[in-house]
Structures are given as C-alpha cells and as structure tokens.
C-alpha cells in the first residue's frame, strides 16, 4: 500500500515549530518498507544511559504486542533506545507479535549497546498483519551512526510515525527546574481509533530534565487526563495507545523526586501545557476533519459527570455531522445530553454555539438569532457549551466534525 | 421542509405485507401542515373501549413531552385514540411541549369522544421546534369520521410516520389463544437516532388479543428486550422512541392476567417474532445503509457481557465503514471487541464474517482466504461473528453499514 495523497488537513497549523536539541536524545528515521513504500516507516531515537521512561497506554482490552512489551519493560525504567514503525500495529498477531517485538528490541540493543529490556517499542498501521520485524536487520545500526539532535530531524521523526495523519505533529516547551533550564519536546500522530482512554494512537516527549521514575510517571498520568483523556475523533479505541515521557537528566538539575515537589511546577505546567497541544493536533487531523470543536458541559454534578456528558457530545455521529453541515442543530445536543445517561434536567438546560445561546431553562431561546448562530458554525472553529445547571461540575474535550471523508479514508483503508 | 427525494433504501423488502384488519382498531391519516409539505404527517387510531395500553419508552434524560405524557396515561392503562405526528418530535420544547400535548389531547379526546387521559400521543421530527397543536383542530375530527380497517389504511398509517425513513415498516402475526385466532399488527419507523435502550423512534403494535395491563406490559417489555434494544444504526438515543401494545380483546378470548400463563405462549411467540421483524427492517432502513450487518458474540462471560461487546462492534465507526467498503477488516473487530471493557483474552479470539473465519486463537486464521472474506463483504447482508472462549454467554444485534449516504443525510437535515 502506498500512502493515499490526502491532501491537508485545514485545520492543521500554518507553521511547524522548529524543535530545539534536548540533550541526550538523537532521532533518525529509515525507509524499512514495512507496508508503505517511498517514505520513512521506522523511527529510531537513541537515549542517553541514565534516561528515566514513564508511559500511559491504552485501556483495550486487546492491546498489541508492542504495548504489552512496553509494560513489562517499564518494570525497569530505565531506556536507552526507542523504536516506532508505521504501517504496522503488530496487534493481533498472536505468538508472531511476541516474536515481532523480541527481535526488534534484539537488533535495537545490539544496534545501541544496550539492554533489551531498555528497548521501547511502538507500532501503529494495520491490524492482525505479522510484522516483519527482520527488515530492521541493518536498518537500525543504520539509523544509530546517523542519529541528530537538528530540528529537521525532530521534523523527520514526527513524519516517520504518520499513518493516515495529513499534517506531523510536534510541540515544544520550556521550564525551569530549581533555576536550569529544561526542555520538553514532543511528537504524536492520530488519525482515526482516536478516543479515552487514551486519545492519541502514539505520543512520545522527551526532556532533559532529571526525574525520578515515580515522578516522570505520575507528571505524565496527570498531564494525560487532561489533554490526550480528553480528545475524541471517533470514538474508537485503538488497540496500540501509546504515551511515553523520556527524561535524560542531561540538564543538569537536581533530580526531583516526586511529581508533587514545588520545584515541578513551572515544569508540571509547560509539561500540561505540551500535552494539550499535542492532543488538539490529533483532533485537528482527525479524519475526513474541517472543524475543530471544543466541548464545554459546565453545571453538572461533577467533574467526572461532565466529562461523560461532554464525551456523548463530542462522540455523537448526528452532532458532528450536524457541525460538518454548519448546521446549528441544538436538538442534537440535547439528545446526547440525554443519552449519556448522567444526571440532567431537562427544562434547566442551556446551550451555546459560540457566543450564541440557543437554548435556555429547557426550550429554544427566545432571543435566539439563527442567522447569528449560523455564523458561529460557518467558522473553521466551533465551540459548542452546555450547562446543566445542576452543579459545579465541569469538563471540556475536543473533537472534530464526521465528513464524507471519515467515510472515505476509512472505507477503503486496507485496500 | 419538503421530506428529500430519498431513494428506497437497497435493503428494503421487496413487497410489503397487506395487513388484515385488527378488531377494535381503525386508522387514518391526514396532512396537518406540521413541517411537510405534499404528504401525509398525522396518524390518527381509533381505540374500542376496553382497549388497555402497554408501553416502553427511551431511557434518555431529557425525554419529548409526548413520552412524559403518554408515562403519565399510562397509569390509567385505558386507551382510546392514539395520535402521531411527524416532522416534529415536540421534544427540548419546554412549557409549550407540555401544552402542545395537552392540547393534541383535549383535541383528540373530543373528536374521540373519551378522556384526555385515554390519549397517547408520539412526535418524531426535528428537536427543539415548538408543536403548533392547534392544526390538529379540525382535522383529527375528521380523522375519526375517515378512519378504516382494511389494508390500504395500515399501510397510509406506516407512511405517515416516516422521517428520514425510505420505506414503510409493517408486519403481522397470527396467533391462537385458548382456542380463538388473535391478530397481531405493527407499524414502525426508524430511521435515524437509533439506538438502544430504545432502539426504534416509533413503533405500535395493535392486537385484538385480551390482556391484562400486567401480561400486556410485560410481554412488551420482554419482547423489546430482544428486538428493539438489539438494534443500533448511529448509537445515538432519541428523546423521543417509544414502543407501544394496544390490545383491544376483541378477539374474544379469555383475558389472560400473567405474561406467563402457558396459554400466551404461542401470542408470546407471535409477538416477539414481530418485533424482530420490525426492529430488523428499521436497521435496514438506517440512515445511509447499503449493508444489513448481525453481530453475533458468543463465548462471553454473560449474556450481558456479550450484549455489551455486540453493541460495541455494532457502533464501532471503524467496522461499520469497513462493511460500507466491504473490507473484511477483522483487525478492527477486534478494536472494538477491546474497547467495550468487558472480560475478553486477545489470545482465545476468534472472527467469522460469514462462514469464513479469519481469525482464531488471537491472530490471523492460517487458512483464512481473503477472496472467500471478500466474496462475503460483497453481499448486502454480512454476518461479523465473534467467539471470545470463555463462557457461554452469548448476544445478538442488528445494525448496517455508514456510508456517506448517512453523512449527505445529516449534515443537511434541518435546512
């Protein structure tokens, strides 16, 4: 299979962000020929020894072999070399999966010298297809003698990891740590099986802070229910979910030990904030997207009620074809609203498309302009916010619209 | 809004069923101006005394005003008329729902001649909108002086309840209750917004039987239980769906007092036979559907558990786009299989589409043919089976394909 020449997303940001070196990390990217043929499918990022790993991987109940490997290693924590190819999930592939993943961290810690059990590996594409994990033979020493720290190698990485994605995705931040200066970059790639838990097919950020193992995972966990727990495309949740931080301890700062030290703060934030980022990506190139849509529920019993009220809405085929039509269609709200099947009072509702309240105390607003309302929907970004009027529970995520071309990419994927 | 030019949906029964008259019931229909224009969007029927009324309605929180009137009649249980109309659901519409279904009733019950509270009343169309009632005025009069028993006026009935449907949805039974033959007729639309529990935006069953409330109720309960609540076409709940048994008993038989009484055992039969039939064709008019699609799962730890896991295929974008590209794309079954949270071992899955099975002991079938799957996926009615291994539960559901036929329909309903 060749990758479809889609074109991209609007949604996607005009520019990229050149990501700055974080000491420790060196990225390249190979051509292993996996499923895709003319582009890179294989992204090899070498770790300084001392790097700490924390990960946070999806909830399926048949996760892939790569995710299961990533779980027994973490049992160590400590990583030296990171492995993802496209193309391939290596999900459902039974006792050749498991093969798959051993001879990838073989030749990984062969090619880096290192342990294999420090090896990482994430593997996103097809389902139920053996990996032909024997093409990194060579291609992985390969990538260890030709690794960078350039911004255009952060670029390459980011495009390696694409699937159906039409835009690369990478973010970066930074903070300070007891007054070093630390950096946080990132990369992800969505497309489609996009929802909680977790969002993202594969995200991976790295930093040349020095964390303890126990901090670097409860930073990430934290940071992952509010940015990537928050993001749907479809609903759908993949089988290879997989969030990983990588912390160098390059910077030179005292390594903290627990994520709750004042001293994290300024790092927490910018980590957070990194995270978000990254996840609003995954929604803008979500498949077939033309709108980007924000989710608020406000009023609610609790922040947990309104997260699965916000999750009906933003998950509901008739709301987010509604929004690909432009269409100001407030009933469907209400009925997700009323499927969710939380606590809800129907005649203390009220519903904003943008700035416009439409609906108020369970009934059409009196006020209500369609023709101001329209105008919210026709915008490239759309904010649909519901309060319930029961409480202070709130909750926000972000998805996008279901277009014709969800229908497309996803009708004829394998073929 | 004129009601789209649609054509019949690809799975449509090619002839319908003439239904025989019902003792005790008459019908008619008429145009009250609702929404449409040039067709029929009222159904009047006409209920005998003694007629008892049995009824199961959406779970949603925020139901329409006519599912909270038709709870509240159903404490009298007595029915004399039933009014429906289309192009309107009088839901989210606050104190004027609540007085657009006082006044249908106030209308209905003086052309009737019964009382208000012997009114059921149904809406389906647009959310939000509020009812004009008062165009029922004169017409629901001449509804009662029109209505008729034979064939030709079940089937203008059926057609007055559509939305989005593209065929009528009718079906009938016979059964024999100590001794004396009883009829069981169905009307039912669909077609979009269809999920359970309930699965149907609208069906009414009328039969001559005599029943209890009790037997009536309970019977219906348990018939919707494997009919409609197996039955999803977007997994969106309406605010609107109700199922509702008439039983007028003027057949004649003994009136039964217990749904369990042996001698409602062959009517049982007929009955839940007949809400398989209805629940089935509103999944073959599903918005958009080319592909009329079972999930079967079995081997579940509960039949509960296994019900679940259906439903999570069944809602599953990323299969239903895959029937709609007929792509036996099983890696995505087992996606959904992980998603639904429930007890499931990668390694003791195995997947049929059709006959043909394609994945067995947590990876691919070593002798699966992807010409034998795909020769499958062509036809316009794909079976996806599904052994999880470990018990014996096991579920059934009905669902089809999403196309772009479902994205045309929604992203341009209310303009």
């Known amino acids: 299979m060749s990758s479809k020449p889609s074109p991209v997303s609007p949604l996607a940001p005009t520019t990229y962000p050149d990501l700055p070196p974080v000491a420790g990390i060196r990225l390249a990217t190979a051509q292993a020929g996996i499923r895709y043929s003319g582009r890179t499918d294989v992204l090899y990022v070498g770790l300084e020894p001392g790097t700490r790993a924390a990960g946070v991987f999806t909830r399926s109940k048949c996760p892939s072999a790569p995710v299961d490997w990533c779980r027994d290693a973490l049992a160590n924590g400590s990583a030296r070399a990171l492995v993802v190819n496209s193309g391939n999930a290596n999900a459902f592939t039974g006792r050749l999966g498991r093969e798959a993943v051993a001879l990838t961290a073989k030749i990984a810690a062969e090619a880096a010298g ?15 297809e053996p990996l032909p994990a024997e093409r990194f033979e060579g291609v992985l020493a390969d990538c260890v003698g030709r690794a960078q720290d350039g911004a255009a190698a952060w670029t390459e990485a980011a495009r390696a990891i694409m699937t159906t994605d039409t835009f690369p995705k990478l973010a970066t931040r930074e903070a300070t740590i007891g007054g070093t200066s630390v950096r946080i970059n990132g990369i992800a790639k969505g497309a ?10 594969l995200a991976f950020v790295f930093t040349d802070a020095a964390l303890s193992r126990g901090a670097a995972q409860a930073l990430l966990a934290q940071g992952a229910n509010d940015s990537f727990n928050c993001v749907t495309v479809d609903g759908d949740t993949s089988t290879s ?4 931080l990588f912390a160098t301890g390059k910077a030179g700062n005292a390594e903290v030990a627990r994520a709750d030290d004042p001293a994290l703060a300024g790092f927490k934030a910018a980590l957070d904030d990194l995270l978000i980022e990254l996840a609003q990506l995954v929604a803008r190139d979500g498949e077939g997207a033309r709108k980007f849509v924000t989710v608020k529920v406000g009023g609610a019993e609790s922040d947990a009620s309104a997260h699965r009220i916000a999750l009906s809405i933003a998950n509901s085929p008739l709301v987010k074809t509604a929004v690909a039509g432009e269409d100001a269609n407030w009933g469907r709200v209400v009925m997700a609203v009323g499927k969710a099947g939380e606590p809800a009072d129907r005649d203390r509702l009220a519903i904003w498309f943008g700035d416009v309240r439409v609906a108020v105390d369970g009934a059409r607003d009196p006020s209500y302009s369609e023709e101001a309302a329209s105008d919210v929907m026709r915008r490239p970004e759309v904010e649909i916010r519901v309060d319930l009027g029961l409480g202070t529970g709130k909750a926000r995520v972000w998805t996008c619209d279901l277009t014709k071309g969800y229908i497309e990419i996803n009708g004829d994927y394998r073929s």
Do not use: K, N, R
């Open 241 to 244: 979910d997989t969030l990983m």
């Open 192 to 201: 489609g099986m996009i929802a909680p838990d977790m969002a993202t097919m």
């Open 114 to 128: 290192c342990a294999e059990d420090e090896v990482y590996i994430a593997s996103t594409g097809v389902i139920g």
